[in-house]
């Protein structure tokens, strides 16, 4: 399959993005913050929903490394994300949107157990791209839809 590359310059844009990138993992080190350029840019390794066979008893399932980037950062938060702890792995769960005055607004970045990061944008601006081939894992992401 080929590599993945989307761009997003929307809420509904953002969310095709949120959709792909659900159980990427990385670790705190890798996303960084470029002040002077206004971008937010995460190295991560997302799961292959788009070849997961949803609904079929595969047993062998893909991980891509990628990278997301945001432009017109004007601002980023982090709650919950132990930076001094670069090693530390990370699972995204959803980016969200929630818009202040049009078209500036906030982009969440939420990760399993409580971890959040906070963009304020000036407009939504994002690109998500593959950077190399996929590689095997027998493990597929679940969710415990029960638990609170």
Known sequence: MDRL???ALDS???????AHLQDAVLKVGDMKWLKREGRFVLGLNRF???????GKRKRHFERRRSVLHFDRVQQVAAQNIHQERPDAVLDLLAIRFEETVTPAGEVSLIFA???EVKLTVECIEA????????WGTENRPTHDVEAD
């Open 113 to 115: 157990g409580g971890g």
């Open 12 to 18: 509904e844009d953002l969310a095709v993005i949120s």
């Open 5 to 7: 590359r989307l761009i």
């Open 48 to 54: 292959a929903w788009e070849t997961s066979g949803e």
């Open 127 to 134: 690109q998500l791209s593959d950077l190399g081939p996929a």
